[in-house]
């Protein structure tokens, strides 16, 4: 056996034992490993995947557990299968890029820059016009979630998960202070972004600066109503984080 061999059966039998672990659905298992190739790029677009019977096989894993986690890609737009022709991966752009499981699965292993750019473009296009909005419609109890989202950043900070849901609800607090249904149904992507590009920027090292003043600066525009002011420091925000995230992706 190669060694080769030994790390792919040592791979394989973690994370058979992890999908058995406690709270650990095993097709949620299957289909993260599974996803984080695909999105990685071990499998390319019209690539077929091993078949049911050797994929359980190799993972010791039943059959059923491995057809439900086919279906989670399916529904998510990364494989179809069809009988006899197997499950192929299909084109990147039949892909869920913002389903928040595809998201977290694009950054398991070294997302494309091209990629993580996309992200950011996404969300300097959405949430600048989010925050005027936001600073147009908010109330007192918006207010209030926003304050209370920069209190837990200050007391957590983001290198922690406390900090970074903190940092998940402020943003998504923004989104829905604009009683916008359909920008409303960004929150969770766009929650998800934030959460894995500020966990990706810390990977090799630490943040390069503090981002929660940049965020300050975005709830005290909101606060006084300012929509041109709040859409500006959000692009700011946003524009930063990119930066931070490019040096990252550098080092």
Same mark, same amino acid.
């Given at each position: 056996?190669?060694?080769?061999?030994?790390?792919?059966?040592?791979?394989?039998?973690?994370?058979a034992?992890? $999908?058995? %672990?406690? %709270?650990?659905?095993?097709?949620?298992?299957?289909?993260?490993?599974?996803?984080?190739?695909?999105?990685?790029?071990?499998?390319?677009?019209?690539?077929?995947?091993?078949?049911?019977?050797?994929?359980?096989?190799?993972?010791?894993?039943? =059959?059923?557990?491995?057809?439900?986690?086919?279906? *989670?890609?399916?529904?998510?737009?990364?494989?179809?299968s069809?009988?006899? $022709?197997?499950t192929?991966?299909?084109?990147?752009? =039949?892909?869920?890029?913002?389903?928040? &499981?595809?998201?977290?699965?694009?950054?398991?292993? &070294?997302?494309?820059? &091209?990629?993580?750019?996309?992200?950011? &473009?996404?969300? $300097?296009?959405?949430?600048?016009?989010?925050?005027?909005?936001?600073?147009?419609?908010?109330?007192?109890?918006?207010?209030?979630?926003?304050?209370?989202?920069?209190?837990?950043m200050?007391?957590?900070? +983001?290198?922690?998960?406390?900090?970074?849901?903190?940092?998940?609800?402020?943003?998504?607090?923004?989104?829905?202070?604009?009683?916008?249904?359909? +920008?409303?149904?960004?929150?969770?992507?766009?929650?998800?972004? *934030?959460?894995?590009?500020?966990?990706?920027?810390?990977?090799?090292?630490?943040?390069?600066?503090?981002?929660?003043?940049?965020h *300050?600066?975005?709830?005290? @525009?909101?606060a $006084?109503?300012?929509?041109?002011? @709040?859409?500006?420091a959000?692009?700011? +925000?946003?524009?930063?984080?990119?930066?931070?995230t490019?040096?990252?992706?550098?080092?």
């Open positions: 056996m190669t060694d080769a061999d030994l790390t792919t059966t040592e791979a394989n039998a973690k994370l034992e992890e $999908a058995r %672990g406690p %709270g650990r659905r095993l097709h949620g298992a299957i289909a993260h490993k599974l996803g984080t190739a695909i999105l990685s790029g071990k499998y390319a677009p019209g690539d077929i995947l091993s078949g049911e019977v050797a994929f359980a096989e190799e993972l010791q894993v039943s =059959r059923s557990a491995y057809r439900e986690a086919i279906q *989670v890609l399916t529904a998510k737009g990364l494989v179809a069809r009988p006899k $022709a197997g192929r991966v299909l084109p990147r752009d =039949r892909w869920n890029l913002l389903d928040p &499981e595809v998201l977290g699965w694009a950054f398991a292993g &070294e997302p494309d820059i &091209e990629f993580v750019r996309s992200l950011f &473009e996404l969300r $300097a296009i959405v949430e600048p016009a989010a925050a005027r909005l936001a600073a147009l419609r908010r109330d007192k109890a918006d207010l209030k979630t926003m304050k209370d989202a920069l209190t837990a200050r007391r957590h900070t +983001l290198t922690t998960e406390a900090g970074r849901a903190a940092d998940r609800d402020f943003h998504k607090s923004i989104l829905q202070a604009t009683r916008n249904d359909a +920008l409303l149904t960004l929150s969770a992507s766009i929650g998800a972004a *934030v959460n894995w590009t500020t966990q990706f920027k810390q990977r090799a090292r630490a943040l390069p600066r503090n981002p929660i003043p940049d *300050v600066k975005v709830y005290d @525009a909101i $006084a109503g300012d929509a041109n002011a @709040a859409a500006e959000m692009n700011v +925000l946003v524009d930063l984080a990119l930066e931070d490019r040096s990252s992706m550098e080092d």
